[in-house]
């Protein structure tokens, strides 16, 4: 499966169920024009155009149109990391875009500070020929080592305010995304910088009780890394980051919907605990879409076995296969409805790294991203917009 790119011209899906917005739309069509949505309705209302795709001679009887997927969190795939620069970036963008990723964040596991900085700046220059790569993700070095997961605990550091301004300024505005512990010495503190500098703070990996959660929110983090993963469970005393984040309109939770990293039946009870603001995310490191065998997360060695990734060295999990068309259809079968879903993997992404106003929907104006299902919820055809 390769993406499209409705980047010239003008283009018409039709009789497609368009699932957009939090809601499900029948006998559907959106009409694209130079690489934006021009116009949508339902029934034959819909005009000539340069192409014209009938959804259901695509993708068969119930098609699916969607917005395109948006990955905020993923590590690489088709056996490339995205640690290991463009061409591997590259490679690993095409196997999620044949999936339904149209855009990702392309995150980084921790590294010293001298490769972190080299990272951001490779990702930035890449920002200015490859449209579908939206920034970068530092999900490191600022994490707690009693929750370092497959990150090397011996790369971890505090996030002293030199550090953390000389990444943000190597990224040259182009981090989206920074995982921290709050709690770290000086934590707080580099939360409101990262926000100032236009980045979106993430907690994660963290011994964080409901209390420090609460002040990290406070201080203007927006996103709950991987939820349950990596910090404090819920305890009836002791409700920690999960339930904090739960409560706050003003938090996102990234969730994986791989079977592994969460019970389905937790999968449902975030969607119902913090409904419109989940991201669905891969957290995908190179074995997506490749076999098992050995692989390096970063400066972790990590065993795939069953699709399973886990550190050599302590078993824990080291991020996923997973792809978003996977995790729709997991997320399905745990009891999220579909507009949920879907919305989990467009429109609350996007917003969760201020890209809300261009992706994330079908809606006119907003780029030409998007994303043609079967009943089944198996990707069909992927069509790319260029952002201007």
């Not at 990596?230 to 003003?250: E, F, K, S, T």
């Not at 068309?325 to 790294?353: C, F, K």
Request: charged content about 20%.
């Amino acid at each position: 499966m390769t993406a499209e790119r409705p980047t010239t011209g003008s283009l018409v899906i039709h009789s497609a169920r368009l699932v957009d917005g939090g809601s499900v739309l029948a006998d559907a069509w959106v009409r694209f024009d130079d690489g934006k949505v021009s116009g949508r309705g339902v029934g034959d209302s819909w005009t000539a155009a340069d192409e014209v795709v009938d959804a259901v001679a695509s993708a068969g009887e119930g098609a699916v149109l969607t917005p395109g997927f948006i990955d905020i969190h993923g590590h690489g795939g088709a056996g490339a990391s995205f640690d290991d620069g463009i061409d591997a970036i590259r490679t690993a963008r095409a196997l999620h875009r044949a999936h339904g990723t149209t855009r990702a964040v392309i995150s980084l596991v921790t590294a010293p500070l001298d490769a972190l900085a080299r990272r951001v700046q490779d990702i930035a220059d890449l920002m200015t020929t490859d449209a579908d790569i939206l920034g970068s993700h530092l999900e490191g070095p600022f994490l707690d080592p009693a929750h370092h997961g497959a990150h090397e605990p011996t790369l971890l550091r505090e996030p002293r305010a030199a550090d953390v301004a000389r990444l943000l300024e190597a990224g040259r505005g182009t981090i989206r995304q920074v995982t921290i512990a709050p709690e770290r010495p000086g934590g707080l503190d580099a939360i409101r910088s990262i926000v100032e500098a236009g980045a979106a703070a993430a907690v994660g990996h963290t011994s964080a009780d409901a209390a420090m959660a609460i002040a990290a929110f406070d201080a203007g983090a927006s996103i709950l890394t991987h939820a349950f993963n990596a910090m404090p469970g819920i305890h009836h005393r002791a409700p920690g980051p999960v339930l904090a984040a739960a409560a706050d309109h003003r938090v996102v939770l990234e969730a994986i919907a791989d079977g592994v990293h969460l019970d389905p039946h937790v999968i449902k009870l975030v969607f119902d605990s913090a409904p419109g603001r989940v991201a669905l995310i891969t957290d995908a490191m190179a074995a997506a879409g490749s076999a098992d065998g050995h692989y390096d997360l970063g400066a972790v060695s990590v065993t795939v076995r069953d699709g399973i990734a886990r550190a050599d060295d302590t078993g824990s999990i080291a991020g996923s296969t997973l792809t978003q068309d996977v995790a729709l259809r997991r997320a399905i079968a745990a009891g999220v409805g579909l507009s949920d879903a879907v919305q989990a993997l467009t429109e609350t992404p996007a917003r969760a790294i201020g890209c809300g106003h261009d992706l994330g929907s079908l809606d006119a104006g907003f780029t030409a991203d998007a994303v043609l299902l079967d009943a089944q919820l198996r990707v069909v055809r992927v069509w790319v917009g260029d952002r201007s």
